[in-house]
């Protein structure tokens, strides 16, 4: 049985289509609509995590990672 992993995926439009992207890992993926970059990024999440040695993994996780706004003058 599998083991569920919950991630990090943010998520922008970038021309005519979305960019998603996972921060712990490094990894990003791409769809036309949100929903379409967010299961393309779970795919190659699941992938990579089905390729990668546990050596890898442990060398590219970013096991804390802070989401917030901030202000600037401009």
């Given amino acids: 049985m599998k083991k569920i992993k919950e991630l990090t995926a943010i998520i922008e439009r970038e ?5 998603a992207l996972c921060p712990e890992l490094d990894i990003a993926s791409q769809g036309d609509t949100i929903e379409e970059a967010r299961a393309n990024l779970i795919e190659a999440l699941e992938l990579f995590y089905e390729m990668a040695s546990e050596e890898e993994i442990t060398r590219r996780i970013h096991e804390e990672v802070l989401i917030t706004r901030v202000q600037v003058a401009v």
């Fill in 15 to 19: 021309g005519d289509g979305y960019v």
